[in-house]
């Protein structure tokens, strides 16, 4: 059984899945606080690692990692990030993953697992 | 099996072990994180040798042509010489050839190395006063027999190493080099010739472009290449002349200079931000090379932008130029 990673081409298949997914993010006035400033190359390194997380290729994530690397993030206000923020990321990367052809059946399991980690990304 | 040497090391790599896990095996600290190719935190340099494909997955094309590879996924069949990255870089000695001022506040240094040092346009290297002082400067020259360099410096207010160059040093004194570094450089594959090009840069940013440049034609880039220069005002611009020969010898070359405030001294400039009229030259940049350098906050904001616009991460190198502290 192959992963939802191998079945839209592994590695190679990332590189346009973050450039879709970053973009999403970018473009979302909602959530592009929190990039602002932020080392594009630096985030990008980081994108296709969670990409690659949540489409079950070679990199996980503890929950302890996750919420290490989350928990100081603040946008330019000051805000730490919020579930709406969670929500609005999960649906990027659902829409991302749409374009590469992802069945939609597929993309509700990516974003079960990326669920399950919203607590800490939100540090709560 | 083969052997695996790591600064004054030696090590026997059994078949199937990884670069990385026999080094920190052997109490060497590399950076890592996920052992899966993704993070590139474990990244190394090849001093000598070769390194299995796999071991450059998912690097950029110019990482891959310095030797840069990674070392968890490094599995090699031969006997391979590695180290941390930028530990290539060598220390020259050289000779100042000339000065020429090119603007009020820039000028142009060309120096002569006391043996050849392989390089591409657009990197970078190390100005060594005596022991005492560097500064990073762009290289805006092709490689030459004569092994020189060529680099453009602005004079920065109470700037120690610009002051230096613009006050005290002669011809024919001795400097420091140390290089090269950087992967802000051409490295299109064939099918990729053909694509168009964008560089854009402000004040002497356009060294390295200007060296980009060169080193496409060279290497007979087919596609459209705009190169934009952006300065404050005319009298800052530099290299006009230069630049509209290369446009008429070559029809595919589009020179646009954007000054903020003109005062008509220089033919066809353009009045304007320089972000927005990079904008402008395309609805779309996917499947553009683009090649931004200068100004931290210019570079910044063009490089988002033009992200935004379609071209893909893996395809925008930005060499911003950070003034030191």
């Known amino acids: ?124 | 099996m083969s052997r695996l040497y790591f600064k004054d090391d030696v090590y026997i790599l059994k078949s199937g072990i990884s670069v990385l896990d026999r080094l920190l095996d052997g109490g060497h600290q590399i950076p890592h994180s996920c052992k899966a190719g993704i993070c590139h935190a474990c990244k190394l340099q090849i001093k000598s040798g070769v390194v299995p494909e796999a071991a450059q997955r998912g690097l950029k094309e110019t990482e891959k042509s310095e030797g840069y590879f990674l070392s968890c996924q490094c599995r090699p069949k031969e006997d391979l010489h590695a180290c941390l990255p930028a530990e290539v870089d060598k220390q020259y000695s050289a000779q100042v050839i000339s000065l020429n001022k090119l603007s009020d506040d820039i000028i142009q240094l060309i120096v002569k190395l006391d043996q050849p040092m392989s390089f591409h346009p657009g990197q970078f290297v190390n100005l060594w006063k005596r022991n005492q002082l560097h500064r990073s400067y762009s290289i805006a020259n092709l490689p030459s027999q004569e092994n020189l360099i060529e680099m453009h410096i602005r004079h920065m207010p109470n700037g120690k190493l610009s002051s230096w160059v613009f006050f005290e040093l002669k011809k024919g004194d001795s400097v420091g080099i140390q290089g090269p570094l950087g992967d802000c450089f051409y490295q299109i594959s064939k099918e990729d010739k053909i694509k168009p090009m964008l560089l854009a840069g402000t004040g002497t940013g356009l060294a390295p472009l200007y060296g980009i440049l060169m080193d496409a034609l060279k290497q007979n880039h087919q596609g459209k290449i705009y190169i934009y220069h952006g300065a404050l005002a005319d009298t800052q611009l530099y290299y006009v002349e230069n630049m509209k020969k290369l446009t008429k010898k070559h029809d595919n070359v589009y020179y646009i200079p954007v000054v903020l405030k003109s005062s008509g001294l220089v033919d066809g400039i353009i009045e304007g931000a320089l972000d927005e009229e990079v904008l402008k030259t395309s609805d779309s940049f996917a499947s553009w090379n683009i090649y931004l350098c200068g100004d931290v906050q210019m570079i910044k904001k063009i490089q988002k932008q033009i992200f935004l616009k379609g071209a893909s991460l893996k395809t925008i190198h930005a060499d911003a130029f950070i003034p030191y502290a």
């Open chain 1, 1 to 124: 059984m192959t992963s939802i990673y191998e079945r839209i081409g592994g590695e190679a298949a990332m590189d346009a899945a973050v450039d879709l997914f970053y973009r999403k993010v970018l473009s979302d006035d909602r959530v592009s606080g929190f990039f602002e400033g932020i080392d594009m190359q630096d985030q990008a390194t980081k994108q296709k690692a969670f990409l690659t997380m949540a489409t079950g290729g070679p990199k996980k994530y503890t929950g302890k990692e996750l919420r290490e690397g989350h928990k100081h993030v603040k946008d330019k206000d000051g805000n730490g990030i919020k579930d709406e923020h969670v929500t609005i990321i999960i649906e990027h990367a659902g829409g991302a993953l749409k374009e590469l052809g992802v069945p939609d059946g597929e993309i509700g399991e990516i974003a079960a697992l990326l669920e399950s980690v919203r607590s800490d990304v939100t540090n709560s």
